[in-house]
């Protein structure tokens, strides 16, 4: 075998380690999401046919004939091995990364997930199963891995940490190398690969995957449809379809993150590539969705100059116009709207059968329409609700046309809140193996509601409608003016607050326990929550109103630890020692603003609690500037 000139990079040559020269990361660097640089830039890496980089970006006729006697020699092996979850790690000595290499386990596994875990993520449908599973073991090994490591997480209650873990590892590894020459499958891989990380709360690593997978977009050109391309009489009609399909989920991908506050809003064109047909129903109502959540984000990101200025907002009003015309072409199946003429039981009845029609293509995406549909609604109004805790209907500063516009805002706000936490509790009461939690009663006639979902799907971004949900109840109950209450015609009763924040507590509890984590993303909403329910059980009590000490609720951002490592699972950083959550997760920051649609706005829970954000303090010297001129 020959000998790769060495030029490991700046952190593998500091600590003595052996670096694979991968770049632009290293392997060791982006499996613990740390920064690699090289110092001799002018050094070239060497693509000798006995590198480990040739190895894992072999192609053409070498790559498939080196997988084939792969897969013969698994298929010869004995099958108890196979099954062994702690394979060999590569070694200088060997042209085969066993790291890359695919196995019986593996395919066993991903099998199994497209069996029976295709309702737990709603993105998986965008895979050809067929295809993928036909071309397994010749599939490009972050594409294969990343399947992989999706399916360890969605089993993750049947199999040890270490091993999802262990995969997430392996398919870190493959990702890097694959940067270096990226395909088209490397999107996918990159996009799998950051929900892991997002929902292990590595949400700076999630960040930089982002930030290569809109590189690699431009890199492969697929901004452009591919019909306009020079070589487009040399794709075929597969071709074309999955490099629009996942040009399309990255910009689902980059807006989601963006809402959430993950990264800045990166700007990808959605008029310029067609839809896919296998899935042209999936994409554009959620990302119009995300444009207004966006929307609404940046008009509130700052407070207005008075009080005057937050119903009177013209881009309030254009957003409002944009909301209206969306609900109009919405198809009816795509969404599930409010009926408050129905009971309850009827209105889950009317549920059930809207998610069983033949034309719901999926069940999932009808709910994830409808949670942040009305979330938005619910954003779009609050800071007008907001008002209502500072001023009385009585009040000089409240003319009668502001009058007339807070009461219809209180109603859509209040109103959106409510539906989205009754159709969480018809999932509750829709799931398959999910006992009622304790606390909440189901209404009379649901006994006989069909079971329509897996408990897999209740993935934790739901939690940014629950909080939004939670902090329009909180507020109309410790916080908006009695006298306000009285003119809302369909105003809930203090009892009603109540019971809905059990499902909210219970949903997220569901999906805390999901993430499998003391520290996860959700962390922090799971808090507020917590402390906003203790508010609002307190009402009427003669310790309502009680400050607490004051916090303020942040956000720990993980890294994952390096396999094999005696120290940097533990080591002191720049800032200080560095905390361990686990064996395999490590805290590197603790003062993070959390992830939210938009936060407090500068109100505190429990007269002391706040969220962390960029223009929370400018809300709070708002709302105070508000009090002191009433």
């Known amino acids: 075998m020959l000998e790769q000139r060495r030029n490991p990079c700046a952190r593998c040559r500091a600590q003595h380690r052996r670096c694979d020269q991968t770049r632009p990361v290293c392997g060791r660097c982006f499996r613990v999401g740390a920064c690699c640089e090289y110092l001799d830039k002018d050094l070239l890496r060497n693509n000798s046919p006995g590198s480990d980089s040739a190895v894992s970006l072999a192609s ?25 979850h702690s394979l060999p790690s590569s070694t200088t000595h060997s042209m085969v990364d066993f790291d890359l290499t695919p196995t019986v ?29 036909a071309n397994f073991f010749v599939q490009p090994p972050a594409f294969r891995l990343a399947m992989c490591a999706n399916a360890a997480l969605l089993f993750r209650d049947e199999m040890a940490s270490e091993v999802m873990f262990a995969y997430y590892r392996r398919t870190r590894k493959a990702v890097s190398r694959s940067l270096d020459k990226p395909t088209v ?59 629009r399909k996942w040009y399309w989920l990255v910009a689902f991908w980059t807006k989601l993150q963006a809402i959430m506050g993950v990264t800045e809003p990166v700007c990808l064109p959605i008029d310029k590539v067609q839809l896919p047909e296998d899935s042209a129903a999936l994409f554009p109502i959620l990302i119009r969705i995300y444009d207004i959540i966006e929307a609404v984000k940046v008009a509130h990101a700052r407070p207005p100059s008075s009080i005057e200025g937050i119903p009177a907002s013209e881009t309030c009003l254009n957003i409002h116009a944009k909301l209206t015309q969306l609900l109009t072409e919405i198809p009816a199946h795509r969404i599930l709207l409010p009926n408050s003429s129905l009971a309850p039981h009827e209105s889950y009845k009317v549920f059930s059968e809207q998610l069983s029609l033949p034309k719901v293509i999926s069940k999932a995406d009808v709910i994830v329409n409808t949670v942040n549909f009305f979330s938005a609604v619910s954003m779009l109004y609050r800071p007008k609700m907001f008002v209502l805790s500072q001023v009385s209907p009585t009040s000089t500063s409240v003319n009668a046309h502001m009058l007339q516009d807070l009461i219809a805002a209180l109603d859509k706000c209040v109103s959106s809140a409510l539906h989205v936490v009754n159709v969480f509790k018809f999932l509750l009461l829709s799931t398959n193996d999910l006992p009622m939690p304790a606390g909440i009663h189901a209404p009379p006639h649901c006994e006989d509601l069909p079971k329509l979902f897996d408990a897999a799907l209740f993935v934790w971004a739901l939690a940014f409608n629950l909080f939004e949900a939670a902090i329009v109840l909180w507020c109309l109950a410790c916080r908006v003016d009695s006298q306000w209450n009285t003119l809302l015609p369909n105003v809930p009763s203090l009892q009603d607050v109540q019971a809905e924040f059990q499902v909210i507590s219970a949903f997220l509890d569901i999906l805390g326990a999901n993430l499998k984590g003391n520290v996860t993303v959700i962390t922090p909403i799971i808090e507020c929550v917590k402390a906003m329910k203790l508010d609002v059980d307190s009402v009427g009590l003669q310790s309502h109103g009680a400050a607490v000490d004051r916090v303020e609720i942040q956000m720990s951002v993980l890294a994952l ?21 686990s064996e395999d997760l490590r805290v590197i920051q603790e003062d993070a603003s959390p992830l939210a649609f938009m936060g407090l706005l500068g109100f505190e829970v429990l007269g002391g609690v706040r969220w962390k954000g960029a223009h929370e303090n400018e809300w709070r010297q708002f709302w105070e500037h508000v009090q002191t001129t009433q």
Not at 60 to 84: M, T, W, Y
Request: glycine fraction near 6%.
């Open 561 to 581: 630890t390096e396999e094999g490592s005696d120290s940097e699972g533990s080591a002191a950083d720049e800032g200080g020692e560095v905390k361990k959550v």
């Open 185 to 243: 499958e490397t999107i996918p891989a990159l996009y799998f690969l950051a929900t892991i990380s997002t929902a292990t709360g590595e949400t700076a690593f999630s960040v930089a995957l982002g930030k290569w997978a809109v590189q690699v977009i431009y890199a492969l050109n697929m901004h452009i449809d591919p019909t306009e391309l020079p070589n487009a009489d040399q794709l075929s009609e597969f071709q074309i379809q999955e490099r």
């Open 105 to 133: 386990h593996d395919f066993l596994l991903v099998k199994a997930m497209f069996e029976t875990k295709m309702g737990a993520n709603h993105r998986l449908a965008l895979i050809n199963v067929s295809h993928f599973l």
């Open 60 to 84: 053409g006729k070498e790559h498939e004939n080196q997988d084939s006697s792969v897969l013969r020699s698994i298929l010869n092996a004995d099958p108890i091995a196979l099954l062994d």
